[in-house]
């Protein structure tokens, strides 16, 4: 099985644009599509990207996903910083009756 | 709207069951396969089980193989999950979540969850 890591934490001001990355441990990140979920606090999952780079309907554009195999990580980039978006932010892939989340990235918006 | 609204969840001795239900509005529930996935108190999110939209799949987490079953009535549109022997380590909000048709690899919508405590 493979593991998937993210930074603990990331901060950027309102406006700008932040980039959270999600490297596999092991196997190709292009072999199973990878997912990114938001939880704001006190608050349940909700998914902002599924299959790399495909947004549910409403969520908002300024939300896109990526995937990169030279390092062998996705990343989920949120352009147009909004206080809204501090939340955690969790990635997540499958394999072979397997679903693996990373541990997880707090967003900070300031 | 699609609605998932878990329920069953609560304070349970060490070495005890507890059975959760997850009732489905809002789509066609036998068109999805269901997930269950909790979050321990201040930690992330982890995957304990899924279920193939005609009950004749089944998937666990290997800390919840042997303790743990999942099932579902289509008739009621309902998910469950069964928790045997229950450890300190399984305190968490459990979530019910949807993965449409064919597509198991993700979780689409999730419900607001229901929190089991482990503790003598």
């Known amino acids: 099985n493979f593991m998937l890591t993210q930074p603990h934490s990331v901060s950027e001001s309102p406006g700008k644009t932040i980039t959270i990355s999600c490297t596999r441990s092991s196997g190709s990140v292009a072999s199973n599509y990878v997912q990114w979920y938001q939880q704001r606090p006190g608050s349940s999952p909700s998914t902002v990207m599924y299959e790399d780079n495909q947004r549910p309907s409403g969520v908002p554009d300024r939300f896109s996903g990526s995937i990169d195999s030279s390092s062998n990580s996705a990343s989920l980039t949120i352009s147009g910083l909004k206080t809204e978006d501090e939340a955690d932010y969790y990635c997540?892939?499958?394999?072979?009756?397997?679903?693996?989340f990373g541990g997880g990235t707090k967003l900070t918006v300031l | 709207q699609v609605q998932l609204v878990e329920s069953g969840g609560g304070v349970v001795q060490p070495g005890g069951s507890l059975r959760l239900s997850c009732a489905a509005s809002g789509f066609t529930f036998t068109g999805y396969g269901m997930h269950w996935v909790r979050q321990a108190p201040g930690k992330g999110l982890e995957w304990v089980a899924f279920i193939r939209y005609d009950g004749n799949k089944k998937y666990y987490a290997d800390a919840v193989k042997g303790r743990f079953t999942i099932t579902r009535d289509n008739s009621k549109n309902t998910l469950y999950l069964q928790m045997n022997s229950l450890r300190a380590e399984d305190t968490a909000v459990f979530y019910c979540?949807?993965?449409?048709?064919?597509?198991?690899?993700?979780?689409?919508?999730w419900g607001k969850g229901t929190t089991v405590t482990v503790s003598s």
């Open positions: 997540q892939s499958y394999y072979s009756g397997t679903w693996v």
């Open positions: 979540a949807n993965s449409p048709g064919a597509r198991l690899y993700y979780m689409d919508v």
